[in-house]
């Protein structure tokens, strides 16, 4: 039966694809609600401080328009992170098409807060790393800033692919913060090579770029990929790449939420 293959190898991929989106999307939404617990909820409970714990030096009253900077930071890219699977929802765009146009208003304000409000932090405090993250972390912001604008300016022309591609690029470097955070967790288990703790060693700097450029990269790849169908020896190859990253990514999350973000979330209402 040689068009049993085609068929099966195309079935694979499809749900392969569809398990690696939801548990990213699960993950970093799990992510974000921690984003807004610990961080967002740190400063009406009058505990700044507690940034500090994981993000040394974020906090520091000296320079208060710093602090503003990184609390908008916090609180839009929780939303960012919580939101965002909601407006690449293909089913929830077609049958709430109005929700979807205002929950995007919402998710690019968001962006520019975050983009805008990471800036400002750099501007005023610098970051631990020194100039190679800082760098690195305003190129980021000035991506998200471009992605969402970018986003918004085709959606208002009606060029709604255009309009798509942009808001893929513009999630992914989203996932970006849920990236950095998943890589670090993973290799500080590796007995930390080429980590310090002023974020100044060979992984550090690798990872002041690698948290979001590789995820551009991917999107572009999807995006120009897009209506085109690989054969089954390549759709085969994909389906185990992306099962193998989708097995990984699960117990990746299933550890964060047990050990850190659950109880970060439970401690902050408790």
């Known amino acids: 039966m040689p068009s049993a293959l085609p068929r099966l190898t195309e079935r694979a991929l499809r749900w392969t694809s569809r398990g690696l989106v939801g548990v990213t999307w699960l993950s970093a939404g799990t992510f974000g609600v921690y984003i807004l617990a610990h961080y967002g909820g740190a400063l009406p409970a009058g505990k700044p401080l ?40 293909q089913g929830l765009r077609a049958r709430w098409p109005a929700f979807h146009r205002w929950a995007g208003r919402v998710y690019v304000a968001a962006a520019l807060g975050a983009g805008v409000g990471g800036l400002v932090f750099i501007a005023v405090r610098g970051t631990v790393g020194g100039l190679p993250m800082s760098v690195g972390f305003a190129l980021y912001g000035i991506a998200i800033v471009a992605a969402a604008a970018q986003a918004v300016r085709h959606a208002r022309a009606r060029r709604f692919d255009l309009h798509r591609a942009w808001a893929i690029r513009l999630y992914a470097l989203v996932i ?68 193998a990253g989708t097995a990984f990514l699960a117990l990746a999350t299933y550890f964060f939420v047990r050990y850190s973000w ?8 408790s």
């Open 50 to 89: 507690e940034w500090n714990q994981t993000l040394p030096g974020i906090y520091d009253a000296s320079t208060p328009l710093a602090t503003l900077g990184i609390a908008l930071h916090f609180a839009t890219g929780g939303v960012l992170l919580a939101l965002g699977p909601l407006q690449l929802f």
């Open 176 to 243: 970006g913060s849920w990236l950095y955070r998943m890589d670090y967790g993973f290799w500080l288990l590796l007995d930390r090579p080429g980590h310090t703790p002023t974020f100044d060693g060979s992984f550090d700097h690798v990872m002041d770029f690698f948290f979001y450029i590789p995820n551009l990269l991917v999107a572009e790849l999807f995006i120009r990929a897009s209506g085109r169908a690989p054969g089954p020896r390549a759709q085969a190859v994909a389906s185990a790449a992306l099962a």
């Open 262 to 269: 659950a109880p970060a979330i439970v401690a902050r209402f």
